[in-house]
């Protein structure tokens, strides 16, 4: 019934003002890539869809944002995005759907809560809590060095959040032993810092209403002719 499509900006975000390192091993998109997105975006304009972009957020923060404002108003909302850090979203009424190409066939895999709880054993929220200990190395956040996810997912089981963990490090009360227990001890900073790059904001300003996002009508003869030029023959 509503659909909106979400880009990131080329300005940086509040997490490059925060960590220096934040995507720093990034490659740019590819140039062939580039010159098409602004034919997408002519393509997605003409079908009347909506394009959202904010300043300062990324657009895991945009569709995060929409996906809590959907699901406030009674939707079932689906997220399609190829990243998993979205799963931090997934609840009962949020649902992520990722594709991916497998013997030249595009397959969805679909998670909600219960898929998120199924596969990793955690809560989706405490995934972000997983991320903070383990870090990204494709969006280079740090996490804890040498905790791997697996350690960093029987942890969050263990201890439920970062914080409390560390209050158990601090009181003596945690059963960690040697230089797993020392890495995690010297390097509260390094997982805080993890834990709020990988969390998706979800109070992103957006001018748009879920009203302004309805379904509607193509622009047919526009579609038709960029389809045209673009020599798609269906």
């Known amino acids: ?103 030249g066939k595009t397959e969805t895999e679909i998670f909600n809560r219960d898929k998120v709880l199924e596969v990793y054993g955690v809560e989706p929220k405490q995934m972000i809590e997983v991320k903070g200990l383990q870090g990204d190395t494709s969006d280079n956040i740090p996490g804890v060095p040498g905790i791997g996810e697996k350690t960093a997912l029987s942890l969050v089981k263990k201890y439920g959040t970062i914080d409390h963990l560390y209050e158990c490090v601090e009181n003596n009360t945690d059963d960690l032993k040697g230089k797993q227990r020392e890495k995690i001890a010297e390097n509260k900073e390094l997982a805080m810092l993890s834990k709020t790059l990988g969390t998706i904001n979800l109070e992103t300003p957006i001018e748009k209403s879920i009203d302004d996002l309805k379904m509607k009508e193509w622009n047919k003869s526009e579609v038709y002719k960029i389809f045209k030029e673009l020599k798609f023959n269906r």
């Open 1 to 103: 019934d509503y659909i909106a499509v979400a880009f990131d900006l080329k300005a940086p975000t509040a997490r490059h003002k925060m960590y220096d390192g934040y995507k720093a091993n990034r490659k740019g998109m590819p140039e062939e890539l580039a010159a098409q997105m602004p034919i997408l975006k002519d393509v997605l304009r003409a079908m009347n869809i909506t394009i959202i972009e904010k300043e300062g957020y990324e657009a895991d923060d945009v569709l995060g944002t929409l996906s809590r404002i959907g699901e406030n108003s009674g939707l079932d909302v689906v997220l399609l995005t190829g990243d998993r850090d979205s799963f931090q979203l997934a609840t009962d009424k949020v649902s992520i759907y990722i594709p991916r190409t497998k013997a």
